[in-house]
């Protein structure tokens, strides 16, 4: 079908990350990179919030007992200029890879639950903050906004991603096809271990009736990527022999084709990185059904806004009067005469 819709392999990497060490998660995630790479992948994604992990306590702790995690998951959160983007971008360089990458960002005083896209030239091509967190995460995590709802335009087709529960928000959703998605990253954590949380007896069925729906509406290839937590976590936040409140594995991660159907895996538990290989010609026939945002759109009975616009704190109005000395607030004019 020529290089409109390449066919590739891709990779869904199912991992746990070393609990709250940025250096050491890098060090693991280059080391994985280099697998999926050598085994021919040309996307690969991670689980979110990869690097440093997922901040699984807010769902058994309180926020007291919960504030020194907080300090060290700032501390060893990624920066869009940090030496971790360097690695990672190194990293699928030589592997010759798109990556996208789960990271707790810190941008100011600010943590956010952002997606990093990486080229095979190992550039940062582009960023997706969730846009809500959800529940608790709350508490540890701002907001996104709408200039970070993108859909890259690259060599291996248009290629997006929304986080977790981002999943049931179908106007975002629905945003993803409308750009021209064809083949969607959806990372999530692994809630299936956090036995405390209030999804997680369900997590693993909402999992994939929403990647299954979202690649059926929007006529996607969906990586779905989840990760899974290791004893050393569950040490680290002290709730070694507690199974009531947290299990080693959990995740679900599987490949799933533009029909809605399980192309490679499910995959749960286990460390695994998952393989499929794609071929975006397969989206012409589910087009050929159903394009949900071309000829099976009603523009004329429904129709989407979007705000693609940045949300600063700040935004410039009149201009500063010059500085002086007068009431409080007021700007007093000053004889610039010496006296």
Known sequence: MGDQFPAYKVAAVHAAPVFLDR???????????????????????????????????????????????????????????????VRIGEAARKAGAYVVMGVCERDGGTLYNSLFYFDDNGRMIGRHRKLQPTHVERTVWGRGDGSDLVVYDTPLGKVGGLICWEHTMDLVRYTMAALGEQVHIAAWPAVTALTHNPHAMIFDNVTEAAVRHHALASQSFVICVQSCLDEQAIEAMGMTGRPEMMRPGGGWSAIIGPDGQIVAGPNRDKEAIIYADIDLADIVMAKYACDSAGHYARPDVVQLQANFSPQSVMRSGEARPAPGFGAVGEAAERDPTPA
């Open 23 to 85: 250096e050491a998660t890098v060090d693991k995630a280059c080391r994985l990179i280099a697998e999926a790479g050598e085994a021919g992948a040309r996307l690969i994604a991670f689980p979110e919030t990869f690097i440093p992990g997922y901040p699984s306590w807010i769902w058994t702790h309180t926020p007291t007992e919960g504030a020194p995690f907080f300090a060290r998951m700032f501390a060893n959160s990624v920066t869009t200029d940090g030496e971790a983007v």
